[in-house]
């Protein structure tokens, strides 16, 4: 399991956004921007069927996040990791909480099991800067 300091989890359950970048089955890399949240240990987000993000992540499960703000004290962590789809069940069903609880959007806009999978991203490396 990939540890992280105090300022480190403080710092990934604050941010809202996260850029995660996925591979295409011809090599290509993709990065999008998502809503996440961060439990401590992992990092979920929930994605839509059919997107490039959906289909990169059905072909390798190989994923990268990236948390970061450029303001006055640049901080970021770069999180390399394992993704697992979640579509339902128990596991589900803890992330789409977590998600509901920590964002707005997930509140006014619920979502069942098989309408939409979130995505476990288990961190394997990780780089920080400015903490």
Do not use: C
């Not at 992280?4 to 956004?17: C, I």
């Not at 977590?98 to 099991?113: D, G, I, M, S, T």
């Amino acid at each position: 399991m990939m540890r992280f300091s105090a300022k480190e989890v403080a710092f990934l359950k604050k941010q809202d956004e996260a850029r995660v970048g996925t591979v295409s089955e011809k090599g290509w890399p993709q990065v999008t921007t998502v809503v996440h949240v961060f439990d401590g240990k992992n990092l979920y987000f929930a994605i839509d069927y059919g997107t490039r993000k959906h289909k990169n992540l059905l072909h390798s499960n190989k994923i990268s996040v990236l948390v970061d703000v450029y303001a006055r004290q640049p901080m970021a962590i770069m999180i390399q990791g394992k993704a697992t789809l979640l579509e339902k069940g128990k596991e589900f069903e803890y992330a789409y909480k977590l998600l509901q609880k920590r964002h707005a959007y997930y509140r006014a806009n619920p979502f069942k099991e098989g309408e939409a999978p979130i995505v476990k991203v288990v961190p394997l490396r990780k780089s920080s800067s400015g903490f």
